[in-house]
Nanobody, 122 residues
């Protein structure tokens, strides 16, 4: 029902910034909570940030709080993750997800993008 495509990944030096975008197909993006998850090589996929359907509520994992900002533009069917002060431990594939609840759990998100690679080097 919803298709998501991430973009904006790449390689950046520690301390730098990247902006990830998630483009959604369909006119009903505003009905979904949106989130970013990430999965490092050999590790489980973990929650990064969530934003409510209207954008008024956000949640961040402790590891990114104060450095990352999630936002959305329902009119343009996009969700953005601004990542500042990047660290090598932020290296992972980042996934955009859509679901029916403001949640940090993978099972609450029904639609997923294919991911975009972020590599932070020192």
């Amino acid at each position: 029902q919803v298709q998501l495509v991430e973009s904006g990944g790449g390689s950046v030096q520690a301390g730098g910034s990247l902006r990830l975008s998630c483009a959604a197909t369909g006119r009903y993006l505003h009905t979904y909570a949106m989130a970013w998850f990430r999965q490092a090589l050999g590790k489980e996929r973990e929650h990064v940030a969530t934003i409510s359907r209207g954008g008024g509520t956000t949640h961040y994992s402790d590891s990114v709080k104060g450095r990352f900002t999630i936002s959305r533009d329902n009119g343009n069917y996009t969700v953005t993750l601004q990542m500042n002060s990047l660290r090598p431990e932020d290296t992972a594939v980042y996934y955009c997800a859509a679901g029916g609840a403001v949640s940090t759990f993978r099972r609450h998100f029904n639609y997923w993008g294919r991911g975009t690679q972020v590599t932070v080097f020192s």
